[in-house]
């Protein structure tokens, strides 16, 4: 066991040599580049597939109406068999990929990458209202773990390539690179250092860099923005604050209704592959009828900048595709929640907007602007990720302007969700993977093995300004190092750890599985 600790150091010690950082970011380099190819090839595929979907059903007869049953049966049948091999591939992947970092269970990289991206194109493409968003982050996190096989990288490396392959699949999921490397550094870790930052802005940038060439350049959202001016600053204020409570309390059903519609769709007593059936007749009949509200939901984002709609036919159109998307991701099927999320928020901004419009005169320009505000504030309602929702909705519309508008509404929003105690929703999904997993390939290696945990210490944490030997630590925990204003050394326990320090941990596996979560949220919650 003392020569696993010191292989452990010595990989860290290596880690801080310029080599070493300069392989690690090359390798980031290409694993962004890598997974700009594989979620561009992704994107085009469900391009092509949801055009195809929706020019069948144009001219419908009986016969293709058959026909089209039939396939979408035979769609739900292959994917639930994906889903049964590899249980990991469901859901948007977020929360495997959080897992993965957390160390709390392992990837199959190769085998998922291939059922996550095909059993994706498949899902989406047959108009499940989910997006590409999840199963980007996943690919790209599941290609960054391949190039750590691969290229047999040192196992502290591990998480460096994972987080820069996540990030580079959100880059190219939405063309947004800052976005991606913000996500990663907001959500997945909650923290950054300097090399982790470097990582993942190469791996976003390569990713961008590949999508360009693949699908070409461009923002996602195309529409002439422009800040309303014509109305008095307290009036705007007053409509804001409203628009917050609603996106909070919206933020809040959805979550709920997550995860109650995941707990129906399990406690139905039916043979997986009938169950799977019976919804597949379903996802074909909207398919047909309501096709609308089908697939991520971009197409009726940027219909509804233009669209001059009845408030009752926008509010159909919102409780349709909240109550679809709640269905679809229910089934456990490869997708994920980010654009409909979106969606859903540029509904409910739009609604929004246009009563304002009908009856307190406000200027029409209001709709579009709380469609934008709409986004990034009901993203920051369910996620809890307010700088990601901001920066995100900037790079999708090419649009700074709107900058000052988007923090006041992420920010409005982020209190309200702390002050209704809400939980982030890839939270509750990590809680409840972490807590329901019985895979074989998910089985903890043994008591023996020997890893390192990075904790950082926040500003007035619970780790701040106290002696090593008053940080209560659990048992089997040990600091071997403690890095603070680019110097490492050993402590003792007469040492005082200082915000803006990082701890260097050794344990076993078992103890750091059980453990590191608790400890990277000590050394980063304020007291």
């Known amino acids: 066991m003392a020569e696993t600790i010191l292989e452990e150091v010595k990989e860290i010690r290596l880690l801080k040599t310029k080599r070493e950082r300069i392989i690690l970011i090359l390798c980031s380099l290409v694993t962004g580049i890598v997974t700009g190819a594989v979620v561009a090839t992704y994107r085009i595929l469900l391009d092509k597939i949801s055009l195809f979907r929706n020019n069948f059903n144009e001219n419908m007869t009986f016969g293709k109406f058959l026909i089209g049953l039939l396939v979408f049966i035979l769609i739900g049948v292959i994917v639930q068999f994906m889903l049964s091999k590899n249980p990991l ?9 959080s897992a993965f970092l957390q160390r709390k269970l392992k990837f199959r990289w190769f085998p998922e990458l291939f059922c996550k991206f095909w059993g994706g194109v498949l899902a989406i493409g047959a108009g499940m209202s989910m997006g590409r968003e999840g199963p980007s982050i996943h690919l790209g996190a599941l290609i960054g773990e391949g190039i750590d096989r691969l290229l047999k990288r040192k196992e502290v490396e591990n998480k460096y390539l994972v987080t820069a392959g996540a990030s580079a699949g959100l880059a190219a999921a939405f063309n947004a690179p800052l976005a991606g490397a913000i996500f990663a550094l907001e959500e997945l870790h909650k923290f950054f250092s300097p090399l982790m930052l470097i990582c993942v802005l190469v791996a976003s940038g390569g990713s961008e860099m590949m999508l360009r060439k693949i699908i070409g350049s461009g923002v996602t959202f195309k529409y002439n923005f422009h800040l309303p001016t014509e109305t008095s600053q307290m009036k705007v204020f007053v409509i804001t604050a409203i628009f917050c409570l609603i996106l909070a309390l919206g933020g809040k059903c959805f979550n709920t209704y997550l995860i109650y519609f995941q707990d129906k769709y399990k406690g139905i007593k039916l043979n997986k592959y009938v169950k799977i059936s019976l ?3 379903l996802a074909f009949l909207i398919s047909i009828f ?5 697939g991520g939901g971009h197409e009726l984002i940027e219909k509804m900048f233009d669209a001059k709609l009845p408030i009752k036919i926008l509010a159909i ?11 679809c991701y229910g089934t456990g099927f490869p997708g994920g929640i980010f654009l409909p999320m979106l969606v859903i928020g540029a509904l409910v901004g739009k609604i929004y907007g246009t009563i304002l419009v009908a009856y307190f005169g406000v200027p029409q320009e209001f709709v579009v602007h709380f469609m934008l505000l709409g986004m990034a504030g009901y ?12 920066i995100l909705i900037m790079e999708m519309t090419g649009n700074f302007s709107y900058l000052f508008m988007l923090i006041i509404v992420s920010t409005g929003t982020y209190i309200l969700t702390e ?3 809400m939980e982030p929703i890839y939270e509750i999904l990590l809680e409840r993977l972490i807590s329901g997993k019985k895979d ?19 500003i007035d944490s619970e780790f701040d300004n106290k002696k090593v030997k008053d940080l209560k630590l659990p048992k089997k925990i040990l600091i071997v190092g403690i890095r603070s204003g680019g110097k490492e050394f050993i402590p003792n326990g007469e040492t005082v750890v200082k915000s803006g320090d990082q701890l260097v941990i050794m344990t076993d596996h078992e103890t750091a599985k059980k453990y590191s979560h608790e400890l990277k949220e000590r050394g980063m919650k304020m007291k």
């Open 379 to 390: 993203l920051t309602a369910s996620v809890k990720a307010p700088i990601t929702g901001v």
């Open 279 to 281: 919804f597949m007749v």
């Open 290 to 294: 309501f096709k609308d509200i089908t």
């Open 440 to 458: 074989a390939n998910e089985k903890v290696p043994s008591e023996s093995r020997i890893v390192t945990i990075l904790i950082h210490v926040g």
């Open 89 to 97: 591939i469901g859901g948007s992947g977020i929360p495997q990929v």
């Open 419 to 421: 002050l209704l105690s």
């Open 317 to 327: 159109v919102l409780v349709a595709k909240f109550l679809y998307t709640m269905i």
